[in-house]
Structure formats: C-alpha cells, structure tokens
C-alpha cells in the first residue's frame, strides 16, 4: 500500500509549511499541498486522500460545512483545534470527519492521528469525547451506563488502554462500546424548530466565550 | 474631538425646559396686560400716589425678565417666577393691610382678583403644584377678607371670586400636567437612553472581545505553537511573524472601525455581493423618502452583509438552478433584507439542525447587533430567509395622554367642583340679589347650557370626541352662555359675566380633549359678545377685563396647552431617535475601544516580551518551554474556563516548563459551583500538577450529572476531585 496523500487546509501559512515539513518525515504520508480555503482547495484541483482541516479558518466559513464538502470530494478529513470553544467543536463531531485533534499535540500525536484517518481509522481524542460527554443531547440517548463510563473517562483524558484496565475490559470491548457510541450519536433525534434558533443553543453550547478573566 | 456622553447629562431635559421656558413667557404676558389694564384704568383719585408705580413694578418688572426665559436656564427662570408670584401674594396682602388700617381704597377692587391666575402659574413654575396651591389659597383668603373690608358682603361678588377660584385651579391643573407631562417624555427619553447606551456597551464590549479573542487564537497561538513545533530552517518566518503580531497587538485599539456606514454604500454593497455570488438573481431595492437616510452603524452592516452573503451560497448550493431574488428594503428606521428562491426548498421539521445549512453565521450575526433573522421553507415551495433590523426599540415610545392616569382624576374633580360650585353661584346670585325673574331665568340657562354642553361631550375618558359631537357641544354651551349673560346683566350688570366663564370652562375641556380650534371658535364668540355687553352696558375697562379675560385665559391656557404638548412630543420623539442613535453610536465605540485597549495591555504584558524575543530570531533553549507554557496558559482561559484561575494557572505554566502536557477543560457549562469551590478545584489540580514531571495531566471540571466536581487525569491513574 502506497502512502496516503495529505493536504492541508490552513489559514496561516506557517502552520502549514511546519506540518508539512512534519509529515514528509513519514513513510506512510505524502504531503502534496496546502491551502488556505476548502474554496482555494477545490479550484486548485489538487488529488488527495487526507485533508488536514484547521477548525477557525478565519473566513467566517462554518467548519462542518467544510467539513462535508471535503468528504463529498472524496477526502478523509481529520481536524486540527487551537482549543476552540466547544460549540465548534460539537459541529465537527457531528460530521463525518474521522477525528479532532489538538495542535499543541506532540507531533507524533499528530502524525499518528492523520496516519490512523488514511487508514480509516476514527481518531479517539479528548477533545473528541469532551465534546460528546458535555453535549446534553447525549443524556437522554440510549446508552448504556458502561458507555457513558467510557466516554467520560475518555473525555477525562486517558488513553485507550487505561481505560481498559480501569474498567477491567478488554480494548476490544472498548472499540465495541465507542463504535455503538459513534453510532448513537450520530442517530440521535435533534429537536429542530421551524424557526432556526441556533443562536439559542449556541449560547447553551457555549458559542457565546466566557468573559475573560480579570 | 468625538461627542462623549458624560454621565451628568444623561438626562434629555429638554422638553420640560422649552415647556417652562414658553410657559413663564405666556405668564409675563398675562402679568403684562394686567399691570397695563390697572395703570390705564385707575383714575388718578382712586389710589394714593406711588399705589401705580408701585404696581407697575410688581408686576411688570418680573414679567420683563420673564420675557427672557427663552434664553436663561431653568433655574433663573424658576426663580423669576418666584420673584413674580410671592411679589403679588405680598401685594394682596398688603392690599388687605391697607383695607384694614383705612387707607382709602375705592370699592372697584376687582383687579386684584384677575391676577390670581398670574400668580398661581408664577408659583407652579417656580415651585410645583404644592406652592401654586398655597398661593391661591392666600390669594382667595386675602380678596376675601379685602372684600369685606371694603365694602361688605356681596352675592355677586362672591360669584365673581368663585369664578376667579375656579379659573385659577383649571389652570393650575392645565399647566400642572403640561409640566409633568414634559418632564415625564424627558424621563422616558433618559430611560430609554440608558437602556440603549447599556445595550450598546455591552454590544462594543462584546464584539471587542471576539476581535480580541480572535486575534488571540489567529495569530498569537499559532506563533507559540510555531516557535516550539518547527524545523530551525523556518525561525526566520517566524520571526517575521512575530513581528507582525507584535503588531497588530499594539495597533487593536484603532483595528475596529467603526465609522458608521452610509445607506447607499450598504446597498451597493449588498447588491455588489449579490451580483458575485448569483449573478443571475434579482435585485430590488426599496428605499423609502428623499431624504438622506440615516447611516448605518458598522456593525450592523457587517452582520447584513455576511449573514446575506451566507443565503447567498447556500441557495446556490442547495437550489443551484432556480432563481432567486433579493430584497432590500431600507427606511429611516428598518433594513429588511430578503434573500428568496423557487428552488426545491425544505421542511425545517424534517431536517436535524445543524444540517440546515442556515449556519449561526447567518442567525448569530443579526442577533449579536440586535437583529434579526428568520427562515420559511416547505418541500417545492422554495425558501425565504428574512434578515431584519430596527433601528430603535419602538415599545418604549411613552404615548400621552391616554396613558397618564392622573389627569382624569383630577380633571375630574376640578370638574366636579365646577359643576358644583356654578350651581351655587347660580343659586346664590339669583336668589341673593332678589330673585329677580330676569336674574333667575339667566342662571338657569346658563346652568342648562354647561350641563347640556359637558353631557354632549362626556366626561368618562378622555378619548378625542367626533368633530360633531364637539361642534354640538360648544354651540351649545356658547350660546347659554351669551344668552344668559345678555339677561342677567339687567339684573347683576357686569357680574353675569360668569356665565361667559362658565361656558369658557366647557369649552376648555372641548379643547383638552382634542379639539382645540373648535374651542377657539367658539372663544371668538364668548369675547364676541362679552364685546358687546361691555359696549353696550358701558362697563369700565377693568370689568371688561374681566368678563372678557378670564374666559380668553381659561380657553388661551387649555388650547395652548394642548397644542404645545402636541408640538412638543412630536419633537421629542424626533430628538429622541437621533438622541438614542447618537448615544448608541458614542457608548459602542467607547465601549469598543475601551475593552480593545485593556484586552492589548493585557496581551502585550503576557506575550509581549515572548514575542519580541522571538522576532528577534535569537532563540534560546528556555525560549521553547516558555512559548509552550504561554501558548497553553492562553488556551486555558479560553477552553479551561473556572479553572483558569490563581494556583492552577501559575502550576499549569511551571509544568509545562518542565515538558509536561496540560490540558485544562471547563465543561461543567451551565452548572453553578461557588468560588470557594473553584478555588478547591483548582488547588487541587495545582498540586497534582507539582508531582508530575513529565508525558501529559487533563485537568477537567465535569458535566453537571457527574458525582464528582472535578477529575484529574495522568498517565497512571484518574483522580476525583473529594471535598
């Protein structure tokens, strides 16, 4: 199997140039372009199985829309966070992108997060299941006590195998469980209104920032 | 130099000073006219020598300085009118001192008594309806009394100074409630002006706060990040980078522009985005009037062109063929923007939220500027998207006087006791002075008349009467009135002039209740034909006066109170809307600024110093760790939220320092947890900070269903956090 194709989607410059640079260090990653929009992206017609997708790119586009018009040109997205408020951050797990990464991540981290998405792989971050344990959607879900551990116990921040051994499992049963959870969440009936009031559950979901501390 | 709203005139208190100012100038008027009546009238043997010019002064010279009101401050004003009122109470007074002590004075006192109302609007504007009480009170007191002591009781005259009562308390009640009635469109000018100036610091505080946030996250995190992650080939970059961070970090305060954007730039604006995206769509634009419209604030421009831009693509995306239309639609108060197609459309019901496509930048940017936004679809009915904008908030518009509750009730009274106290002057003048056939048939009709008159025009609320009824009542009234004084002057000679007064009072309420030139013309017949009886009876001027007088003023004060009110409220409400835009404009960039300003002090101190060092491209080791404990304490106060606080923050950078990752999150949203608490948190995450050395802690505050507050997590173990 040949190395994946990677391109980055980045508002700055730098950012993308170091993670490049980051990548060609990999024999299972061929990085072969960047750009600074999904737009930009498109009309330069580059061929690539992975997109590296900044979560802010500053352009007022809406990340789960970039998101899904990087999937229906055929990519496996995975997403890069300064540590976005979590509002953002719960309209990328919702989408089909394959996981959420933080960029103050060590590099192998990283690059091991964008080889596991060209696998096909989900990614299983803290972020990713932060998003999700704190998302009240999920309370009324039909998850099992045992998933609700494990999802709180990611989103506290262990790894896979700590999880395991602290729930006294098997990681195959872990897979298991986060696979179901995936699915569940996925499926999960939103209340929508007639009148679009998202600006509402942004406030709920924390688009509005907190005030910053004194 | 910018307008700044100080806090000392916040208040709008310009209403009830053209209201005092046009009032006391109408009093220097009336005090006027009267000083000139008595000078010209008084026949060099009725009074002792200075007796003119002493009256003369007391009431010409305030009415002077009265007369320049319109140029002095509420206080001077006030004062004058002290001066004005508590001089003509101190001559009653001495008028009765005189009576007393038997200095000669003629029985032709009648003067005095057509002052009463000069004075008692003098003291309501100098001191409010309290003092304008009192004065009357001591006023009817002292005539009373001089009266007596001159020559006795009189049933006419009785009437007479019932009448003069009367009149000066309807004018009190009139002037009373014009002036608070100005005082009350002030207060809620001022009100709504603090309302709107908080709303728009609050609106500049906050969108300062996104741009400072932004820039934040843009441009300072990622150089930190750069510094620690990246190949050494690429510090020159960085460095640059750096530098231009350092930049636009000093230059925040000036980045919001906030230059308030003319109408037609905003449409030419939208209509330039319109034809980029979808140059097919049409384009209707509708403006309202000739007149240059008012500016919009930048923001509010920004909101509309992004959250239309957005429509835009999303149309284009979703309906790719149809056609589409926007609407614009912009007049002195409202922009509503439309963005509409024919395209497949959708159900909102069916379609889970987030998928809609009618992301929050569409929503989340109206409303941030007090907007809004609306979307209507249905499966093959196309879609409208609706962004609206108003440019001040019209349910506080304070509406007189259907809603002031108090004019009834004394109008009521003030009703009442006339009704009242005309019966009995009726009763008195007729049967005291010998129930003189003619006497009696002219109080009866003069009663009928005022009674037919207020009946026709109802006296339950104070709802504006059809221009007929109000025709029929003052013909009715007016003519009892005439009628009965051209009887009963046979019988009381210039006495049966009350009846002009009495149907003057009617016609005063004809006025009030809104329809003030019926009034007048119907005053042009009372003084019309109290004209004639003066004429023909040959009163002397001063009882002319007073017959004619007291009915032009009690007409004169309700119609041009009502008037003036009117005129008044239309330009307050005028005044206001500029007043709220200008206030709203100021406390933003104010607001904006403000916050800009202390949000790049505080940057500038934390990651000042960083940055320079690193565009000065001279890296040293401890450069890295402390770019990595910077680039995390920043990340904190965004995503760690409570936790970013005192003990923890100080262990997170030390940690980070030694190469430990750490990852502060706040996720216990919408649970309240008491400071100390907090401070346990973090304290206790602090201290599992200082054991670790190196591989990563997640330090979290938990979702409000967790047993636990708190957890920490490191690579061999998880921690709750225990009281």
Redesign the interface.
């Known amino acids: 199997m040949g190395s994946a194709r990677v391109v980055i989607v980045d508002d700055h410059d730098l950012v993308s140039i170091a993670l490049g640079e980051m990548i060609r260090s990999r024999n299972d990653l061929e990085f072969v372009g960047r750009a600074h929009t999904v737009t930009e992206f498109r009309s330069k017609g580059i061929a690539a199985d992975v997109a590296v997708l900044d979560l802010a790119l500053g352009d007022d586009s809406d990340p789960a829309d970039n998101v899904a018009r990087l999937s229906a040109a055929g990519l496996r997205v995975m997403v890069l966070t300064s540590g976005e408020n979590p509002y953002y951050i719960r309209r990328v797990t919702r989408t089909d992108a394959f996981g959420i990464v933080r960029k103050s991540a060590p590099s192998h981290e990283i690059l091991d997060a964008i080889a596991q998405t060209a696998r096909g792989e989900h990614v299983l971050t803290t972020e990713w299941a932060a998003a999700l344990d704190a998302d009240d959607d999920l309370r009324s879900a039909p998850l099992t006590n045992r998933e609700r551990d494990v999802l709180r116990l990611y989103a506290s921040g262990l790894g896979a195998k700590m999880v395991a051994r602290q729930l006294s499992v098997s990681e195959n049963t872990i897979d298991d469980h986060l696979r179901r959870i995936r699915r569940v969440y996925r499926d999960i009936d939103r209340p929508a209104d007639t009148k679009v009031e998202l600006y509402q559950r942004g406030l709920e979901d924390g688009f509005i920032p907190p005030p910053a501390p004194r | 130099m910018s307008a700044r709203v100080h806090s000392s005139d916040r208040s709008m208190r310009v209403t009830e000073l053209r209201a005092v100012r046009f009032t006391a100038v109408v009093v220097a008027a009336m005090a006027m006219l009267i000083a000139a009546t008595w000078t010209i009238s008084l026949h060099p043997g009725d009074a002792p020598g200075g007796y003119r010019t002493i009256l003369a002064a007391v009431l010409a010279v305030p009415a002077l300085f009265a007369f320049a009101s319109p140029w002095l401050s509420l206080r001077t004003v006030r004062v004058i009118m002290a001066t004005l009122a508590v001089a003509t109470t101190l001559l009653a007074v001495g008028l009765l001192v005189g009576a007393i002590t038997g200095t000669a004075l003629q029985d032709r006192v009648v003067w005095p008594l057509s002052i009463t109302a000069v004075a008692t609007a003098a003291a309501l504007i100098a001191g409010g309806i309290g003092w304008a009480l009192a004065s009357l009170v001591v006023l009817t007191v002292c005539m009373q009394l001089l009266r007596l002591a001159i020559g006795g009781f009189d049933f006419a005259w009785l009437v007479n100074d019932g009448q003069a009562f009367l009149s000066a308390g309807l004018v009190l009640v009139l002037v009373g409630t014009f002036l608070r009635a100005t005082r009350d469109l002030d207060r809620a000018v001022t009100q709504a002006g603090l309302a709107e100036e908080r709303r728009a610091s609050s609106n500049g505080r906050?969108a300062a706060?996104?741009h400072a946030?932004?820039l934040v996250?843009?441009?300072v995190?990622?150089t930190l990040?750069?510094v620690s992650?990246?190949?050494s080939s690429?510090r020159g970059?960085?460095a640059s980078?750096a530098g231009r961070v350092l930049g636009r970090i000093f230059a925040l305060e000036r980045e919001l522009d906030d230059a308030p954007v003319r109408r037609t730039a905003f449409i030419g604006r939208l209509t330039g985005t319109a034809r980029r995206i979808a140059p097919e769509c049409a384009v209707d634009v509708r403006t309202a009037g000739e007149d240059p419209l008012a500016p919009l604030d930048a923001p509010v421009a920004e909101a509309f062109a992004?959250a239309t831009e957005?429509a835009l693509v999303n149309s284009v995306r979703h309906a790719g063929d149809a056609s589409r239309a926007v609407t614009i639609e912009a007049d002195h108060g409202d922009v509503v923007v439309t963005v509409s197609d024919n395209g497949a459309g959708f159900d909102?019901?069916?379609?889970?939220?987030?998928r809609?496509?009618?992301?929050?930048?569409i929503?989340?940017r109206m409303?941030a500027v007090g907007g809004r936004?609306?979307?209507r679809s249905a499966p093959g009915r196309g879609t409208t998207v609706r962004l609206e904008w108003r440019a001040a908030a019209d349910d506080d518009v304070w509406v007189w006087p259907r809603d002031d509750a108090r004019f009834p009730r004394s109008a009521r009274l003030i009703a009442t006791g006339f009704c009242v106290f005309q019966t009995l002057m009726a009763v008195l003048i007729s049967v005291g002075t010998g129930a003189v056939t003619a006497s009696i048939v002219a109080s009866a009709i003069a009663l009928a008349g005022m009674f037919a008159g207020l009946a026709v025009l109802g006296w339950r609320h104070l709802a504006r009467p059809a221009a007929g009824r109000a025709v029929t009542a003052a013909v009715i009234t007016t003519s009892a009135s005439i009628i009965a004084t051209f009887i009963g002057v046979s019988a009381h000679g210039f006495v049966a002039a009350w009846a002009l007064t009495a149907g003057a009072f009617v016609l005063a309420g004809v006025a009030i209740r809104g329809r003030p030139w019926i009034a007048v013309a119907a005053l042009a017949g009372l003084v019309a034909a109290g004209t004639v009886v003066a004429v023909s009876n040959g009163f002397v001027l001063a009882e002319t006066v007073a017959a004619i007088g007291r009915p032009l003023i009690v007409v004169g004060v309700a119609v041009t109170a009502t008037l003036q009110l009117r005129r008044l409220w239309e330009r307050t409400l005028r005044a206001r809307s500029e007043y709220l835009a200008t206030l709203r404009r100021t406390a933003r960039s104010q607001a904006s600024r403000a916050e800009l300003k202390a949000?790049a002090e505080?940057l500038e101190s934390l990651v000042g110093p960083t940055l320079e060092r690193v565009k000065s491209g001279e890296w040293t080791p401890s450069l890295f760790s402390e770019c990595?404990a910077l680039?995390?304490q920043l990340?904190d106060?965004?995503?760690g939220?409570?936790l970013?606080?005192p003990p923890l923050i100080e262990a997170a950078a030390a940690a980070r320092r030694r190469g430990v990752?750490v990852?502060l999150?706040?996720?216990a949203?919408?649970r309240e947890i008491a400071e100390h608490e907090l401070d346990a948190v973090a304290a206790w995450i602090a201290g599992r900070l200082d054991e670790t050395d190196e591989g990563?802690?997640?330090g979290?505050l938990?979702?409000p269903?967790?047993d636990s507050l708190a957890?920490a997590?490191?690579?061999d173990g998880?921690w709750a956090f225990q009281h």
């Open positions: 906050r706060g996104q946030q932004a996250h843009d441009d995190l990622a990040l750069l992650q990246s190949l690429m970059a960085i980078q992004g957005q909102p019901g069916d379609v889970p939220r987030d809609l496509g009618i992301s929050t930048s929503v989340g409303r936004a609306s979307v949000r505080e990595a680039e995390g990340r106060r965004y995503r939220g409570r970013a606080r990752d990852v999150l706040d996720d949203g919408g990563r802690l997640t979290r938990l979702p269903d967790s957890s997590v490191a690579g998880v």
